[in-house]
């Protein structure tokens, strides 16, 4: 069987998605390759936003290779499926455009596996994924109709060690979340472990990428091997939660590379903390989400220090690490004189804290399901229009008001 791998050409003009708008390599489709040409299958990568690739290229390309099965992501990438555009805009537009091409249409992705009829009736989709992706497509080409009717979790101790092209990895110029230096090579990302062991209600993760389970160090070690070999000088890993484990850190500080994590600092000691520095981190963006216990609590996040300590720590890995970001969000129960007060504390200190950014109450998370209960075909124009109702300023990125979901996703509406 012929499967093409598609991840659109982004575009969030109206969007009120706040994640990184570059390129970023699609991990989920880097290992359903793997295994798909493992089973015998001819497999393309069509990566509009990695390619800058106009909607008649890809229908061009994706003609001539005929594929049986053709899927499509409903996010940027793995690294922003938990808090992936609402709109189903771009990938529904290029479904369309590509409607006569595409053998049969999967969607995959946070949309999918949360509200799989509205996705698979927007798509115009044969069929969607529930879950992770990588291992479920190659059993399309058997018996699709039997596939999980419930979210899926890959084996993380099955999935391989990734190996891009020459190609995909000098075009992949973007270093996310580096601030430290400009690039001086190509950067990548890839995954350590996946899925955490808290729920915060924020989180959209019910759904994918749920709990914990951690890559073998060996695959790891491979995967970074192979990087490096390929020019890399930075790698993200994207875990939702990048644990102090000491082998992981002296595995990648007998290589040299640069890298950056996203974690919790109530989570890591001084000791590891040097540790973290020491083997070659220039970035950490640290979950912090609210400067009170109380607005911690609301978030059910289940942290282990008070503030006062988060603060030390936080300075601390600044004098370890270039890069320091503690990342705040509105919980409503922090005092905006008291919130601007901390934030002045930790620049004077070199940690940046960004202005509290208003929660979205994604589908899929424990705060859409406390409001509403479990998502329904409506859920993401419910929680779209709550979020735009409730709040007028945005994220830190958003230039203008985002436009209602419904809009987004009527034709014509990039250019509106």
Known sequence: MRY?????????????????????????????????????????????????????????????FHPDFTVITTAPSYLFWRCAPPELRVPRELAAYLKDAVGTLVAVGPHASTTPTATQRKLGADIVVMGECEEI????????????????????????????????????????????????????????????PYHCTFCAKDNF???????????????????????????????EIFLPYRNVLEMIAERGIKFGIQTRIDLWSDEMIDLLGAAGCVSIEAGVESITQAGRDLLDKKCKIGTEEISRRLIHAKQRVPFVQANLLDSLEDDPSEVQAWRAHLNAHG???NEPVPLFPYP??????????????????RAHEFYLSGFDRFSDIQDQRPLPLVQLESSGARHA
């Open 4 to 64: 093409s791998l598609i991840n659109p050409t982004w575009s969030f003009e109206g969007s009120v998605y706040f994640g990184c708008r570059e390129p970023h390599l699609p991990l989920e489709y880097g290992y359903s390759k793997a295994l798909l040409e493992k089973a015998g299958h001819e497999v393309q990568i069509l990566d509009g936003q990695l390619e800058g690739l106009e909607p008649q290229e890809m229908r061009s390309r994706l003609m001539a």
């Open 137 to 196: 497509l190659p059993r399309l080409a058997d018996d699709w109709k039997g596939l999980p009717t419930a979210p899926h979790a890959s084996d993380m101790t099955a999935l391989p060690a990734l190996a891009w092209p020459a190609e995909v990895v000098a075009r992949h110029t973007h270093q996310h979340h580096r601030f430290d230096a400009p690039p001086a090579g190509p950067g990548a990302e890839m995954e350590a472990s996946r899925g955490c």
């Open 209 to 239: 990428r749920n709990v914990f389970r951690r890559r073998p160090i060996e695959t790891i070690a491979r995967e970074l091997d192979g990087l490096i070999a390929a020019g890399v000088e930075y790698v993200y890993f994207i875990d």
């Open 351 to 353: 940690v940046w804290a």
């Open 364 to 381: 899929g998370s424990p705060d859409y399901t406390r409001r509403w209960g479990a998502p329904d075909d409506f859920a993401w124009e």
